[in-house]
């Protein structure tokens, strides 16, 4: 069967295409931002459009690292990697020429950030099941032995997505903290290392044995953050392995995943298909249907911080809210009024991203700061409070979100006795 029909929702490309076209977007629709600049008119244009802008700025970030302008420099090679990481992302196919050049440029650009940044980092290899899976590492500054994060990016992201290497909000806050191309993601796909059901949580284990031996790290202090279905497998690592102090992860992928696979845009399933090197779609869906936390949420013990938009179309709030009811550990939860699955940069937040509020609960972790009866649950409000910091939410639904609780119905909703 070829790539393009594999799977039910293929034959509805049109309707992606329209959805880049108009909105500029590939998944997430409900926001405004543009994902793609206005000249990308299909989902196939977006490799080649981006690398050329790519392209572009790369050039441009050699001509001031040449001019001995670093700083610049760095900037430039950041966005560069950055549009290379989306153009690579559009891909999803096994030895495709254009996927493995793209990816490439993300390693060679990064290459110059790692030697332009004001903190150690290394690109390393961790062994794993005959194989290695490649890890950036950040470290603080003199690399003096630190507490540590093993950062778990989303999906189909790559270890040098998203978290800023030039203002890292770990690094900034005197933890070091490891990003993974865990199975399935990043050079792990290159490599043809496919996620399963249960094998990111080994590799997870493997991220662990090998921070617990480099001696920048503090063992004792070992915790794990991520984004999206890093979230789903930060959880999983913390259920298997003691040694996780705490775990704090945003846009949460946590409940089943039928909204994920079924409900949101077809690159989700697309793209996961990819990842785990499956191409029977009734084998893919069986594997989906088992992706929950049922056989890990009462096993973590460690504190976390779950963070959830209100209306995330791939992990509904009752869905979130559900696993950390059942979590017993200690725990919290915000919840990003009015928001979706990436609230990065929200007014709820005063227009900061969410990772240095992650960095700061983790530390507050590290630092014995979160009692072990800690229950918290936020509304981060959208234009009124102060975001976390916010008092305690007696519940997201109404009546509990506007502080009325218990609220039972009223006699005449109930009616006379019979």
Known sequence: MSIGTERRRDNQQWMLDWMVKTTGRTQGFANDARMVPPEIKSYRMIPRALEKRARRIEAMARAAEAANHRLTAADLFWKATELYIDAQHAIFQDDHPEKIYLHSKVLECFEHIMALANHPIERVEIPFEGNHVQGILHMVPGRQKAPTVLFCPG???????????????????????????????????????????????????????????????????????????????????????????????????YGPKQALFEEASPRYKQIYMYMSGIHDEAEFDRMAQQMTLDDAVSKIECPCLLVTGEYDPVAHLEEVMDVYERLVCPKEIWVIENHFHNPRYAENLGGLDFFGFLADWLRDVFDGRKPPDLKRQVLVGQRDGLGPYDRDTPGFRLPGRIGIRDFKPTPAQVGPKP
Request: positive net charge; proline residues 4%; charged residues 25%.
């Open 155 to 253: 999906m189909d992201m790559t270890k040098e997505s998203f978290v800023d290497p030039l203002a890292h909000p770990f690094i900034e806050r005197g933890m070091n903290c490891l990003h993974i191309d865990g199975p399935g993601q990043g050079t792990s796909n290159i490599r043809k290392l496919r996620v399963t059901l249960d094998n990111y949580e080994r590799a997870g284990k493997a991220a662990i044995d090998y921070l617990s031996r480099r001696p920048e790290v503090d063992s004792g202090k070992i915790a794990v953050s991520g984004f999206s279905m890093g979230s789903y497998w930060g959880m999983r690592i913390a259920a298997y392995d003691n040694r996780v102090k705490g775990v704090a992860a945003a846009a949460a992928c």
